[in-house]
């Protein structure tokens, strides 16, 4: 309870829009276009939604769709790169990238990425000058996900040794604790779903 003043300049004010667009207007939609052909809606531009979403917007995410494999030239789910993708709890890229690691032999890997990717971030608010040194012993000139792999290494490592060892090796870091048991929570529920495709993951 209580009140708070937001200070801005009146120019700023004057730009301000009276609400918010509504999140089909300005979200990605390629997952939602992906669940829709998952329940048999083919036509997804003549969809009765509850706010439209601008038309390219929904052909931006067909053609995204189709550039991961996901749809057919007729705009129809693939099997069975289409039909896994929408039972992956991820985004479709970073869920086509999991089934690619398969092929690639890097399903271990890949598995830990798209974990701490879909998980909150392991680094824990602080300021910006701090945020640098936080992720120094990770970071990795590959970019982000490489990055964070290597935070979930390292968290792994010390996780097998103990109890009370993760997570003081956590409070030194300034890394979160509790993002990390999310990110392995997650990992383990994505190997789970590659047994139920028929994939090998043994060692991953």
Not at 46 to 63: I, K, N
Not at 92 to 104: D, F, N, Q, T
Request: overall charge neutral.
């Amino acid at each position: 309870p209580g009140e708070y003043f937001l200070l801005m300049t009146e120019s700023t004010f004057g730009s301000l829009e009276e609400r918010p667009p509504v999140e089909m207007q300005r979200t990605l939609l390629a997952g939602t276009v992906l669940q829709l052909k998952a329940l048999g809606i083919d036509n997804v531009l003549r969809f009765d939604y509850v706010s439209p979403p601008p038309p390219e917007h929904l052909a931006l995410a067909l053609e995204q769709l189709y550039a991961l494999g996901a749809l057919d030239e007729d705009g129809n789910l693939t099997k069975p790169i289409g039909e896994q993708l929408a039972h992956l709890p991820l985004r479709p890229e970073l869920g086509a990238a999991l089934l690619a690691s398969v092929r690639e032999g890097c399903v271990g890997a890949m598995l830990s990425v798209a974990a701490m990717l879909a998980a909150p971030s392991p680094f824990a608010p602080t300021r910006p000058h701090d945020a640098v040194a936080t992720r120094a012993p990770f970071a990795a000139l590959e970019g982000d996900a490489v990055t964070l792999y290597n935070v979930y290494l390292a968290f792994q490592h010390h996780n097998q040794r103990g109890a009370t060892a993760a997570p003081e090796w956590c409070r030194r870091n300034r890394l979160s604790i509790a993002a990390l048991r999310q990110a392995a929570r997650v990992r383990s529920a994505l190997w789970r779903q590659l047994r139920r495709f028929g994939i090998e993951t043994d060692g991953a």
